[in-house]
């Protein structure tokens, strides 16, 4: 049942954002603004779009470093676009699953000490978001999304102070887990929160992290002022980019289908650009980066046989 309703309010609000982006559309006007696209500046954000996922994959290197059999560049790169391509195929997510499952079978690591990395990858990321609305607030006064990004932050540090210092709840938790491969994982998790980054480590994820997110703001600033020829300055185009950034993070659905380009309309109409006209960069925007990483994804997932069924299985040296 819980199931059910879960399903049931992701396809409303799927629809709800779809209708929305659609709404007082006319195609024909949609047609002729994809047209007026120069496929020599499609290619060029395209090969750009490629930059971040080289710099994911070095922060997740870094991340990884004395954990087992330290994976190559290579490795993490593949992980990474795994992991963005379930995630444009799959709800809640679990293309981050896929991603620990893939680097498991590729260094040995136990999933534990893997997904405490990924927990760090996306604190980071959301400490990457702060700063974004951060900017917002400085150029519109507005907190709509300060003020949430700021409450989990503060939250997601007071978790790892608390893990840190008095971890009995937890462990009284962990121990209760139903299935003991679920529990390992869990003790694996605490041990990383506890053991925390060096500041060597901790520096480098600052650093990587501030160069992915702004080369996935510069792709969706090329499209909108580049290809999509719309007059609007760096602070406009960073609250669209914070826009999407936020609809991609709430697992609704895979890949922010319907809601990315329904935030590009709301957004952009905010500052008088046409529907037709929003709606045209935001499926461009979101499609260069969708379809490769979708691509590359499934390639790796079909090569490497990867099975999400295998993340809570037992291995012999755990």
Not at 157 to 183: D, N, Q, S, Y
């Amino acid at each position: 049942m819980g199931t059910a309703l879960s399903w049931a309010l992701r396809a409303s609000v799927i629809a709800a954002c779809v209708t929305f982006a659609l709404w007082d559309i006319d195609l024909e006007q949609l047609v002729v603004a994809l047209q007026h696209y120069d496929l020599a500046k499609l290619g060029a954000v395209l090969t750009i779009s490629f930059v971040p996922y080289l710099t994911m994959a070095r922060r997740l290197a870094v991340l990884l470093r004395g954990i087992a059999d330290e994976p190559t560049l290579g490795i993490t790169l593949l992980a990474s676009l795994l992991a963005l391509g379930m995630n444009n195929l799959l709800p809640a997510r679990l293309g981050e699953l896929a991603k620990v499952v893939y680097l498991r079978q590729r260094c040995g690591a136990s999933s534990g000490s893997l997904m405490g990395a990924v927990f760090w990858e996306r604190f980071a990321d959301v400490h990457a978001l702060l700063c974004f609305s951060a900017l917002t607030v400085l150029g519109f006064g507005r907190t709509d999304a300060f003020a949430p990004m700021a409450i989990a932050v503060a939250a997601g540090w007071a978790g790892i102070l608390w893990a840190r210092h008095h971890p009995r709840p937890f462990e009284w938790l962990i121990k209760r887990f139903p299935v003991e491969a679920l529990a390992r994982v869990g003790r694996d998790i605490l041990r990383s929160l506890q053991r925390g980054l060096d500041w060597r480590v901790s520096a480098e994820l600052v650093s990587w992290t501030i160069v992915t997110w702004t080369f996935y703001a510069l792709h969706v600033y090329l499209v909108v002022v580049w290809i999509a020829e719309i007059d609007l300055g760096v602070l406009e185009v960073l609250t669209v980019f914070l826009g999407v950034s936020i609809g991609m993070v709430v697992p609704v659905s895979p890949g922010a289908l319907g809601i990315y380009e329904a935030i590009f309309v709301l957004v952009l109409g905010w500052y008088g650009v046409p529907p037709e006209k929003a709606l045209a960069a935001g499926l461009t925007a979101h499609m260069l980066q969708y379809l490769p990483t979708t691509v590359v994804g499934a390639v790796v997932l079909a090569r490497a046989d990867v099975s999400l069924r295998s993340f809570t299985s037992r291995r012999q040296n755990d």
